[in-house]
């Protein structure tokens, strides 16, 4: 079975700083995309970055981007310059199939709740 | 772009009653999903539709659950006969194929 860890429940950083969070998943595919999704309190889920995984070049986003290791199966999250609302749960998330005709619903790691220091 | 919509937001119902909740997509997005998460864990797949066919549906979908996508807009999921161990975030996403997929709000659901 598919599977995605997050061996990090809880991570702080300092405002301005950087902070890398982990995971680590486990698949059989070639081809698949891998996603950082962020949950602020008692608000939505909302995509912070993705990953394809037939591409080499690490995915960037301002302020958020990835290390990617195929071969180790490993997909951190690296947010630099820490704001305030950074804070919040993030999840690394992994759809076990992708194709046009199959489902792609998420398997979630645990998340790891980031705490922002002023 | 309104996003995905989700109605209620919270309820609060007696153990044994029926529960329904509904979930609007964005527009143009074909395929719509509903995972449940309970505290400080990840969400968990509960079924996803393309347009109004259910595709596909996890074991943690038991009998009493039941979710419909009637014209291939928005979908209801129902819980029949709740129990205590269905209190949890209930959250709807869509997506355009298997592009990445937009969470609602979601719906807190508290059975007492």
């Known amino acids: 079975a598919q599977t995605v860890t997050q061996s990090q429940p809880e991570m702080s950083v300092q405002e301005a700083e950087t902070v890398t969070l982990s995971c680590t998943y486990d698949?059989?595919?070639?081809?698949?995309?891998l996603f950082w999704y962020k949950q602020p309190p008692s608000r939505q889920m909302i995509l912070v970055i993705r990953?394809?995984?037939?591409?080499?070049q690490n995915a960037t986003e301002n302020r958020f981007s990835v290390n990617f290791q195929k071969a180790a199966k490993s997909f951190s999250l690296k947010i630099s310059d820490s704001q305030l609302g950074d804070a919040a749960m993030y999840f690394c998330?992994?759809?076990?199939?992708?194709?046009?005709?199959?489902?792609?619903?998420?398997?979630f790691g645990e998340g790891t709740q980031l705490t922002v220091n002023p | 772009d309104t996003g995905v919509s989700q109605d209620p937001r919270h309820k609060i119902t007696k153990r044994g009653q029926n529960v329904t909740f509904r979930c609007d997509p964005i527009?143009?997005?074909?395929?719509l999903y509903w995972y449940r998460q309970t505290l400080g864990q990840g969400p968990e797949f509960l079924t996803y539709?393309?347009?109004?066919?259910?595709?596909?549906k996890s074991r943690l979908l038991s009998d009493r659950f039941s979710a419909e996508r009637p014209k291939g807009s928005f979908s209801t999921l129902e819980i029949q006969r709740t129990e205590q161990g269905d209190s949890a975030m209930y959250l709807c996403?869509?997506?355009?194929?298997?592009?990445?997929?937009?969470f609602g709000p979601g719906t807190r659901l508290t059975v007492l």
């Open positions: 527009s143009e997005h074909n395929r």
């Open positions: 990953q394809e995984a037939y591409k080499q």
């Open positions: 698949t059989s595919e070639s081809d698949y995309y």
């Open positions: 539709f393309q347009n109004e066919a259910q595709l596909e």
């Open positions: 996403a869509s997506s355009l194929y298997y592009n990445e997929q937009f």
């Open positions: 998330a992994y759809p076990p199939r992708l194709s046009e005709t199959s489902g792609s619903r998420l398997t």
